[in-house]
């Protein structure tokens, strides 16, 4: 019996369970404050997309459901528009008020999500105000050619540059960013080891400046900041001056830093001396990919790992382990500080490692559709929206 065989069932029953139970309290909760609502949507509906199972486990009524609230977290003003959180963040006024209030302010990662999660839904972004999304990628720009998340905000990292991007790939119209800026921010990014940095070293004084680094908070769901910068440089249209998005030699020593974040486990961990983590799986699995060197990993050690962090009644955790005494079903949406308990983050991270990087097996529970490693959705969803986004 090959490896390959030996692998449990990969749980798509379960996972389906998982992430349609979460999903459907979305649209109608506003009893909380949840700033990364869209987000957690995206990894929902992304899951159910890559599983396969969106429309048949999902009625048309609750697909047309889920396309109308996002719809209502488009918002409009003077620095253009874009998506923003929740509708919980939606003043009672702003039917009457053209200029969005703080709270109403769109977010860039929600933009980023919420059109990709529109593309899942098969809409047909007749709705999509594109002339307000470029002003308000300009809007979001800052002069060292990095992106905040809402304009004047002082986040700004590499999540937002990959967001900004993949949002002008989606537009076919980059006429919203400085992309020889951006390229130069992501380039500073860099680090000795081959990794990526969530901004310049030089300029993170006192702060962690290690790859990876992941909060498992709001705002920072996208995580992987090494994977945003590769993918950024590649969906980059390229530049007369510097045409290629990696040197051979830096290309050859990011590989060699992303392969040994593959520990005995067969997970990816997100830094040196770190437990491996199902997110990073993708993170570090999808680099790969980007690079061009898809079978320097082992993809049975990888089937293997994720099989063991599948929680029992469904859904995938960050890391393997039953909780002690854990027999009810966790459908809370956030990633939970409990390694043991799934959460839509990993489950749909897991997932999306998976498609790249399939195990050899018989097993056809283990088999799920191509994905986009540039754009994190499913081939067809992302083909979706590069066909229907662009303006006709
Ligand atoms: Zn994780």
Same mark, same amino acid.
């Given at each position: 019996?090959?490896?390959?065989?030996?692998?449990?069932?990969?749980?798509?029953?379960?996972?389906?369970?998982?992430?349609?139970?979460?999903?459907?309290?979305?649209?109608?909760?506003?009893?909380?404050?949840?700033?990364?609502?869209?987000?957690?949507?995206?990894?929902?509906?992304?899951?159910?997309?890559?599983?396969?199972?969106?429309?048949?486990?999902?009625?048309?009524?609750?697909?047309?459901?889920?396309?109308?609230? +996002?719809?209502?977290?488009?918002?409009?003003?003077?620095?253009?528009?874009?998506?923003?959180?929740?509708?919980?963040?939606?003043?009672?006024?702003?039917?009457?008020?053209?200029?969005?209030?703080?709270?109403?302010?769109?977010?860039?990662?929600?933009?980023?999500?919420?059109?990709?999660?529109?593309?899942?839904?098969?809409?047909?972004?007749?709705?999509?105000?594109?002339?307000?999304?470029?002003?308000?990628?300009?809007?979001?720009?800052?002069?060292?050619?990095?992106?905040?998340?809402?304009?004047?905000?002082?986040?700004?990292?590499?999540?937002?540059?990959?967001?900004?991007?993949?949002?002008?790939?989606?537009?076919?119209?980059?006429?919203?960013?400085?992309?020889?800026?951006?390229?130069?921010?992501?380039?500073?990014?860099?680090?000795?080891?081959?990794?990526?940095?969530?901004?310049?070293?030089?300029?993170?004084?006192?702060?962690?400046?290690?790859?990876?680094?992941?909060?498992?908070?709001?705002?920072?769901?996208?995580?992987?900041?090494?994977?945003?910068?590769?993918?950024?440089?590649?969906?980059?249209?390229?530049?007369?001056?510097?045409?290629?998005?990696?040197?051979?030699?830096?290309?050859?020593?990011?590989?060699?830093?992303?392969?040994?974040?593959?520990?005995?486990?067969?997970?990816?961990?997100?830094?040196?001396?770190?437990?491996?983590?199902?997110?990073?799986?993708?993170?570090?699995?999808?680099?790969?990919?980007?690079?061009?060197?898809?079978?320097?990993?082992?993809?049975?050690?990888?089937?293997?790992?994720?099989?063991?962090?599948?929680?029992?009644?469904?859904? +995938?955790?960050?890391?393997?382990?039953?909780?002690?005494?854990?027999?009810?079903?966790?459908? *809370?949406?956030?990633?939970?500080?409990?390694?043991? *308990?799934?959460?839509?983050?990993?489950?749909?991270?897991?997932?999306?490692?998976?498609?790249?990087?399939?195990?050899?097996?018989?097993?056809?529970?283990?088999?799920?559709?191509?994905?986009?490693?540039?754009?994190?959705?499913?081939?067809?969803?992302?083909?979706?929206?590069?066909?229907?986004?662009?303006?006709?």
């Amino acid at each position: 019996m090959s490896q390959g065989e030996a692998l449990p069932p990969l749980a798509r029953g379960g996972h389906t369970l998982h992430c349609t139970r979460c999903v459907a309290g979305l649209p109608s909760s506003q009893t909380e404050i949840d700033s990364s609502r869209l987000a957690l949507a995206f990894y929902c509906l992304g899951s159910l997309d890559l599983l396969d199972t969106l429309n048949a486990k999902i009625s048309d009524a609750d697909r047309e459901s889920w396309k109308e609230w +996002i719809w209502e977290q488009q918002a409009h003003g003077k620095y253009g528009t874009g998506f923003k959180p929740s509708s919980y963040m939606t003043p009672e006024d702003a039917s009457v008020n053209d200029e969005y209030s703080e709270n109403d302010t769109p977010h860039l990662i929600m933009t980023y999500t919420g059109m990709l999660s529109l593309a899942i839904l098969r809409d047909n972004f007749d709705k999509l105000d594109r002339p307000g999304i470029i002003k308000f990628l300009r809007s979001c720009q800052r002069s060292d050619g990095s992106f905040s998340s809402i304009p004047d905000s002082t986040e700004s990292d590499l999540r937002l540059v990959y967001c900004a991007f993949a949002i002008s790939t989606f537009l076919d119209d980059w006429s919203g960013v400085d992309i020889a800026k951006s390229v130069t921010f992501i380039k500073r990014c860099r680090t000795y080891e081959g990794g990526y940095g969530q901004e310049p070293c030089a300029e993170a004084q006192g702060r962690d400046c290690h790859l990876f680094v992941f909060l498992h908070e709001m705002l920072t769901v996208l995580g992987g900041t090494t994977y945003c910068a590769l993918a950024a440089l590649h969906l980059a249209p390229s530049l007369p001056n510097d045409p290629l998005p990696l040197t051979p030699r830096e290309r050859h020593q990011t590989v060699r830093w992303l392969i040994q974040n593959q520990d005995d486990s067969g997970g990816f961990r997100g830094r040196t001396g770190k437990d491996a983590d199902a997110c990073y799986c993708f993170w570090c699995g999808a680099s790969l990919q980007i690079l061009g060197v898809p079978d320097v990993l082992d993809p049975i050690a990888l089937a293997a790992f994720l099989a063991r962090c599948q929680f029992k009644y469904g859904g +995938i955790a960050k890391a393997p382990g039953e909780h002690p005494g854990q027999d009810f079903v966790d459908t *809370s949406l956030e990633p939970s500080a409990d390694p043991f *308990s799934p959460d839509p983050y990993h489950t749909y991270l897991s997932l999306a490692a998976l498609s790249i990087h399939p195990p050899h097996t018989s097993d056809t529970t283990w088999k799920l559709d191509a994905l986009d490693p540039l754009l994190n959705a499913r081939s067809a969803t992302a083909a979706w929206a590069r066909e229907k986004i662009p303006a006709q």
